[in-house]
Nanobody, 125 residues
Framework: QVQLVQSGGGLVQAGGSLRLSCVAS????????MGWYRQAPGKQREMVAI???????NYANFVKGRFTISRENAKNTVYLNMTSVTPDDTGVYYC???????????????????WGQGTQVSVSS
């Protein structure tokens, strides 16, 4: 009913910048928090940044001052601007959204945690 589609990512040199985007589409009643998570090889998925529907951001300590999360509610889109990247930022980045999905048949709403398809970010030294 609702899907998250990511774009951006790729290969960048250390110290460089990158921008990720994620668009939610489908039968959306409302979107609560949106955010970005990442998973490095052999490690667990970890939170990078989250932004509320009221545009209040929260960041993991390891990206504070380097990454910026933003959101356009009218476009159901969340962004992650990554600057001063290091090889430690390498991993698969996933978009997440807490979405109230509307079901027309039953005229009901169900809140779901949804994930994007993931995008590889590779930082070379």
């Amino acid at each position: 009913q609702v899907q998250l589609v990511q774009s951006g990512g790729g290969l960048v040199q250390a110290g460089g910048s990158l921008r990720l985007s994620c668009v939610a589409s489908g039968s959306i009643y409302a979107i609560n928090d949106m955010g970005w998570y990442r998973q490095a090889p052999g490690k667990q998925r970890e939170m990078v940044a989250i932004i509320s529907s009221g545009l209040n951001p929260n960041y993991a300590n390891f990206v504070k001052g380097r990454f910026t999360i933003s959101r356009e509610n009218a476009k159901n889109t969340v962004y992650l601007n990554m600057t001063s990247v290091t090889p430690d930022d390498t991993g698969v980045y996933y978009c997440h959204a807490n979405v109230a999905v509307y079901y027309y048949g039953s005229a009901s709403v169900d809140v779901q945690d949804l994930w994007g398809q993931g995008t590889q970010v590779s930082v070379s030294s």
